[in-house]
């Protein structure tokens, strides 16, 4: 499945964005979606995994901020990001695969086959 991540900008410490995930020529519905993003200078690190189910897991940092969701046409996946602080920025980028993988208790970025690019968040003092 071939995806594209869109959403990112420039915003205040505080303030709000909502990532979208979106596949091309096809539905995400029998997908988990899990959202990553990496810094510069530092390892990818999994945000958010959404499970075909629905099921879904954060990022201890992240939990209570942010909020992962399908659309009712499940074309897309969505990262709603709140109470942004500085140390989110990073550039974010949504996979796809059968499931959610883990290894040792964090979501795998190793084991998701499908990327899309990915979309620069920046958080501003």
């Known amino acids: 499945v071939q995806l594209q991540a869109s959403g990112g900008g420039l915003v205040q410490t505080g303030r709000s964005l909502r990532l979208s995930c979106a596949a091309s020529?096809?539905?995400?519905?029998?997908?988990?979606i899990g959202w990553f993003r990496q810094a510069p200078g530092k390892e990818r690190e999994g945000v958010s995994c959404?499970?075909?189910?629905?099921?879904?897991n954060y990022l201890p940092s992240v939990k209570g901020r942010f909020t992962i969701s399908r659309d009712n046409a499940k074309t897309r996946v969505y990262l709603q990001m709140n109470s942004l602080k500085s140390e989110d920025t990073a550039l974010y980028f949504c996979a796809a695969d059968a499931r959610c993988w883990y290894r040792l208790g964090t979501l795998s970025a190793v084991d998701f086959r499908s990327w899309g690019q990915g979309t620069q968040v920046t958080v501003s003092s």
């Open positions: 959404i499970s075909s189910d629905g099921g879904t």
């Open positions: 020529g096809s539905t995400l519905d029998n997908y988990a």
